[in-house]
């Protein structure tokens, strides 16, 4: 299947600071979407991209389709506790049919 | 409006036991996917439906069976349990690809599975 490489693994950050993460591919991909998960549930919806370029914010965080397409960038701003969880990335490729890849996720911790 | 639903939340099964995870969205969705979580692995593909009346296999089908059973229920079916399928499963859905140029999709999930195989 496609792979998908998110980094960083994890991140531990000071309550206040902003949080950087990013999905890279050998493929192509026709949509992008970022996810966060809290333990014991599952994976909630932040932000789908559809576009080349396209940039969207929901709150506090702004996600980005990369240029080349082959990648995906997301952004916390000023974080807070209850940011704590993991962030998953998810790529479709309409070539494959519905199928969607996912990364192995970015596991963030914030200290008050 | 639920989204996706899935039951049991938790189960626990011997070895060689069988059983059924239930998945329901009400969200008129197309598509519909089974995944695991395990440790460090992120979510593995376990077989899904582009659309009703039909399955695919997905990157980890080996010991499990799908039912597409109509548009709103998909369910997954561990024949015979062996320990190394103690994992979390997901139900999600989406509204598919059908439409041609410009199409957009987005996944949702369900609320998991917690299963264990003694």
């Known amino acids: 299947g496609q792979q998908l490489n998110q980094s960083p693994q994890s991140m531990f950050i000071q309550e206040g600071e902003d949080v950087s993460m990013n999905c890279t591919s050998s493929s192509i991909f026709n949509t992008w979407l970022w996810y966060k998960q809290d333990p014991g549930e599952g994976p909630v919806l932040l932000i789908a991209l559809y576009k080349a370029g396209e940039l969207t914010s929901n709150g506090r965080l702004t996600a980005q389709f990369g240029i080349t397409r082959k990648d995906s960038f997301l952004n916390i701003s000023a974080s807070i506790p209850s940011d704590v969880g993991i962030y998953f990335c998810a790529g479709q490729l309409w070539s494959t049919g519905n199928q969607f890849y996912f990364g192995t996720g970015t596991s963030l911790t914030v200290i008050p | 409006n639920a989204g996706v639903t899935q039951t049991p939340k938790f189960q626990v099964l011997k070895t060689g036991q069988s059983m059924t995870l239930q998945c329901a969205q009400d969200?008129?969705?197309?598509?519909m996917y089974w995944y695991r979580q395990d440790p460090g692995m992120g979510l593995r593909l376990i077989y899904y439906s582009a659309s009703e009346g039909t399955t695919d296999k997905g990157e980890v089908p080996n010991g499990y069976n799908v039912s597409r059973l109509n548009k709103r229920e998909f369910s997954l079916r561990l024949e015979s349990a062996a320990p190394s399928q103690t994992s979390v499963y997901f139900c999600?859905?989406?509204?598919?690809?059908?439409?041609?140029?410009?199409?957009?999709?987005?996944?949702?999930f369900g609320p998991g599975t917690r299963l264990t195989v003694l």
């Open positions: 969200m008129n969705h197309n598509s």
């Open positions: 999600a859905s989406s509204r598919g690809l059908a439409g041609g140029p410009g199409r957009t999709d987005t996944q949702y």
